[in-house]
């Protein structure tokens, strides 16, 4: 009996020692088998208590090392998934880790550091070739020239060139003899028009009474001509002690252009003394080749890029006529600019539809390199921002046609090589979940 206990400790023995063998020569592979774990094996067990350890002997009865190297291994997996699903920021369990994905988020102040810039895909038919030098120009539907059809004289001026100004807003204070007389007719003819419309049929002629309506319309004209509101000429007919100047207000929301109003200066009728731009829309004109004029259409979309900025628009016109020098057409686009980020007199590249082509076209900035080295681009969602892979069909001057992206998609067009930076110190592979 003893001699049999004696067998069995040296069996034991010859399995720790194989045990730490195999844990030598799988460390590389990062699989860790404590001594405590072997060393917890029921000598009873071993001692043939008639129950099955398959964990320790295989079916021929010698030690199973590679199995209790398999079921630390698993067990070392399930740890590091652990760690996976507690670093992945939104506290899903590990049952979840392979069906949820790993979205970056960032907070405010991450998202101003990296100038991140986010543009929606709407469509997908344009092509690198079919692209046009094109101008930006102030819409001229938000467009406001002041002009006063008056002399008038430069009292005082309340905004600088370039200022941002809201409608009605003082621009300047204007005067002069011109004023004063227009204003006093106005005052007169008013008066008469309201005493002769308070007088009967019969005590005035039809004519008399027509007269005077129409020579108050006509002295109210000319204040509006001036550029007086309504509120400010019924103001003027309360108080007619107020005669000699008045204030120019700003007709709409821009932003003040061709500021040439001079303190003391006597402005001629006519005359140009400020124009108010609203910038959140402007328009572009592009010269284009018969060839791709023929692929316009009103009402089409386009794609406007500005420096790194990639801008939807719309195809409002075209001249549909050749020049003589250049023997280009030209074509009017129309796009929105929220935030002022762009300004008339911008030089830009316009990208026409193109329905041979199709893709979306992105600048450089929104490309990276996934880990495996394949092109990838940044899509914003409800979770954050996760990475997607895309093929490049061609690249031309900054510009990228690129397939595998759904319209309507949110794509970050600038600071994505922050975002594959945090992607990559996260340690976490598209391909890889």
Sequence with gaps: MKHNTDLKIIEVN???????????????FGLFITLAAAISIPTTALAGDGHEHASIESGSGEPHVEQIAHQNEESHDHDGESKVVADDGHGHGAGEAEEESHA???????????????????????????????????DRDKTMTLAPQLDVRVEQRHVVPGQEVTQGQALLTLGGVAVAQAQADYINAAAEWSRVSRMSKSAVSASRRLQAQVDAELKRAILEAMKMTSKQI???????????????LAPINGRVQQDLAKLGQIVPAGTALMQLTDESHLWVEAQVTPAQSEKVSIGSVALVRVGERSLEAKVIGRSHELDSVTRTEQILVSLENPGHVIHAGQFAELYLPDSIETGFVLPDAALTRGGDGDWQVFIQDEDGFEAVEVDVVESQRGMNLVRGLAVGSQ?????????????AKSGFDIHNH
């Design 14 to 28: 010859a399995i720790t020692k194989a045990i730490a063998k195999a844990m030598f020569s799988a460390k590389r």
């Design 104 to 138: 970056l988020v960032l907070s405010d102040e991450q998202l101003a550091l990296a100038n991140i810039q986010v543009e929606k895909l709407a469509v997908a038919t344009f092509s690198l070739e079919a692209v046009a030098t094109a101008t930006l120009v102030v």
């Design 411 to 423: 794509v970050v067009v600038s600071g994505a090589f922050f975002l594959a930076s945090e992607l």
């Design 234 to 248: 019924a103001q003027l007919e309360s108080n007619p002690s107020n005669i000699g100047s008045y204030q120019l």
